[in-house]
C-alpha cells in the first residue's frame, strides 16, 4: 500500500504533525547521500516531538516539559537549516524548505512559553480578570444588608425596588 499525495498535490505528510517527506530526487538509482541525512534528521525530530506530546499528556513538571520542548525545538531546528542549506542539491522542493521554517518557529515560541515563569494555563493558580468595581477601586454597594440596617438603599436614584417619591 502506498501513501497518496497530500491535498493539491503536495508531497504525503509522515508519521507526525511537523514531518513532510520530500520526493524522491535520486531516480530510479535510489537516493542520493543527502536524502538519507535528511531522513535521520526527521527521525530524530519525530522522536523528539513524540516525547514532548508525551510529557505534555503526562503533565510533567515544568523543568522537564522546558526540556523536551527545547531538545524538540532544537531537533526541528537542525532538519529546518539543512533542508534549507541542501534544497537546491537534494531536490527539496521550496513548499517543505517553508514548512519546516514555520514550524521551527512554532515550536521554539512553545518552548519559550514551556520555560517561562508563571501560570502555564487555566487554573487555580491563573487569575481572571479584576471585576469593574476592583479596577475601579470601590467597593460593592450593600443592598439590604446588614451595613444598611437591613433595608434596601434608598438614594434618589434607585429605582430598582420602587419609587423614592412613593416612600
Known sequence: MTAAPGPMGAAPMGAGPMTPVPPQAGGPGGSPPCMDEFTKLQAETDKRGKAAKAGVEKKVPREELCKLFTSFAGAIGSWAKFAHDKAPTCGIPPKIVEQLK????????????????????????????PSL?????????????????????TGTFNTLTGTSIAR
Open 133 to 153: 468595581s476592583e479596577a475601579l477601586g470601590t467597593t460593592r454597594s450593600p443592598v439590604g444588608s446588614a451595613a444598611s440596617g437591613g433595608k434596601p438603599s
Open 102 to 129: 514555520i514550524g521551527s518557529v512554532n515550536i521554539g515560541k512553545t518552548a519559550k512559553q514551556a520555560c517561562a515563569a508563571g501560570p502555564m494555563g487555566p487554573g487555580p493558580a491563573a487569575a481572571g480578570p
